[in-house]
């Protein structure tokens, strides 16, 4: 697929202070892109140069393969959504989703025929004279979104679109916009701080570090192999420490002790990240071929719904976490030998 936005070499400097550093970044026809990263980043300022509404120092911004310098924001063909919605409390329903079908001369009969389609298609089928004041946010979410969806924008971007909804709400409709982009072939660039919103919903993962792009890869890809320790830790894994891998063998030697490295592992200096799933409790069966840990006490447990996570304290070595059923879990308190499995540690470079 060709690409229907490119960003080559964007910086932006606010007052001196760099927030966003010579990003490269391309988005696919039909793609959703979700953007992460902690707060100061630089994803927001990235959706806001693209859109227009902060002007780059440096650096390319090209929509189906056109330069965006000096071209207005409302004239670039793209839609925006923002996390408080920005509706119209004064228009009803289709008032506020067919207002940039009337600042684009859209006649009346298609501009109400454009709103019918639409509301329909985000599940809020004739609902057009309802007052936006008496809309749930999850319906206040869903008129912004067939707003911006009404004069069929290039690219729709989207700025912490579900973050003012509570956690069922936002997992329901992360679903179905999904389904919703893929129906309708929408190419899509959203800044979420919500990982598991962005999994969800994207094609595509981007995070971001300091104005730059750490890790750029499918949900899959970044999740199993995080380009470096700040992303790891940046998507929630505890368990990451300095190792150095063997030259003889497939182990490292780590705080904790030897851990088992896959076959073909560089040898050498680094950091090593082990998911929760592979630490593995002795008493439940140590994983095959790895060599035994030192011994670890149980200092908390937390549910977590289809497993419980523990919090370790080995006889050497910082904290860890694990993760087990829960009918295996040991209680708080209780002693537990440990051993690591080779297919849930992933080496990563050093600093």
Request: with cysteine; proline share 6%.
């Amino acid at each position: 697929m060709s690409a229907l936005l490119r960003v080559s070499a964007v910086s932006v400097a606010y007052g001196g202070r760099t927030a966003l550093d010579a990003v490269d970044l391309a988005v696919a026809e039909h793609e959703t892109v979700c953007v992460l990263g902690p707060s100061g980043s630089g994803k927001s300022t990235l959706l806001r140069a693209v859109a227009g509404l902060t002007q780059v120092d440096a650096g390319t911004i090209l929509l189906e393969g056109r330069d965006q310098a000096g071209v207005p924001t409302h004239r670039r063909g793209v839609g925006l959504m923002f996390q408080d919605h920005q509706l119209f409390p004064q228009r009803d329903i289709a008032g506020n989703i067919a207002f940039g079908l009337r600042m684009r001369g859209v006649a009346r009969a298609e501009a109400r025929r454009r709103v019918a389609e639409l509301l329909d298609l985000v599940g809020l089928p004739g609902a057009e004279r309802r007052a936006v004041s008496a809309l749930s946010g999850g319906e206040q979410q869903r008129v912004a979104l067939a707003r911006a969806l009404a004069p069929r924008p290039r690219l729709l971007m989207l700025d912490e679109p579900l973050g003012q909804l509570d956690r069922d709400l936002r997992e329901r409709l992360v679903v179905e916009l999904r389904q919703l982009f893929r129906a309708l072939g929408t190419t899509v660039l959203a800044v979420t701080h919500d990982q598991g919103e962005a999994f969800a919903l994207a094609d595509r993962v981007v995070v971001m570090r300091e104005g730059r792009v750490a890790q750029s890869g499918t949900p899959v890809e970044v999740w199993r192999r995080p380009a470096d320790a700040f992303v790891a830790r940046f998507l929630g894994f505890r368990n990451v420490a300095e190792a150095t891998v063997r030259a003889a063998e497939p182990v490292a030697d780590t705080p904790w002790g030897p851990v088992p490295v896959a076959l073909g592992t560089p040898p050498g200096p680094g950091r090593l990240l082990i998911r929760p799933s592979g630490v593995r409790l002795a008493a439940a069966g140590a994983a095959r071929g790895a060599p035994a840990a030192a011994r670890a006490v149980v200092r908390g447990r937390t549910f977590r719904g289809d497993h419980v996570l523990l919090l370790l304290e080995p006889e050497r070595g910082p904290a860890l976490e694990a993760a087990c059923a829960l009918v295996d879990a040991p209680t708080e308190g209780a002693k537990v030998g440990l051993a690591f499995d080779a297919a849930d540690v992933v080496t990563l470079p050093g600093d």
